[in-house]
């Protein structure tokens, strides 16, 4: 249903794809952005950040991460805040049934929570708090541009 309804609003905004299938380019997904703070300690800030460079995250996380369901995801920094920026299918989470990589990724969790501290307000045993959506550009049609 989803990609019926963002075939019309592309269509309504002008685009015109004749036969294609526009599922193949334009899948849908939906956003989800969290926020979490890390122990504000310079060195552990470069390591946390250094064991999230490419090729440092552990491959059975990576592919724990893809099994759920997530299509793309960015984790940006200021400081010691950070932000989680999840592209994922409508389905997500999945439950990953491999034991193999819920361990892997439980063991990577408890390493990172060496680095890590909740934000203010969160729960006992939360980390990576979710943040509502205030603003959408694109829910702003019709205004003028000046």
Not at 34 to 52: G, K, P, Q, S, W
């Amino acid at each position: 249903m989803k990609g019926i309804l963002y075939t019309f609003y592309l269509q309504k905004q002008g685009w015109d794809f004749g036969a294609l299938d526009i599922l193949e380019w334009f899948p849908v997904t939906r956003r989800l952005c969290y926020a979490l703070d890390l122990v504000n300690d310079a060195a552990l800030i470069r390591e946390y950040c250094r064991m999230h460079e490419p090729g440092s995250v552990w491959p059975a996380v990576i592919e724990h991460i893809r099994v759920q369901g997530v299509e793309t995801m960015q984790i940006w920094q200021q400081d010691d805040r950070l932000f989680m920026i999840i592209d994922a299918t409508d389905d997500y989470p999945r439950c990953d049934a491999s034991p193999i990589g819920q361990q892997e990724n439980d063991r990577w969790e408890a390493y990172m929570a060496k680095f890590q501290r909740p934000l203010p307000g969160a729960a006992p045993g939360e980390k990576w708090k979710t943040l509502r959506c205030i603003f959408a550009l694109a829910d702003h049609k019709g205004l003028s541009k000046s």
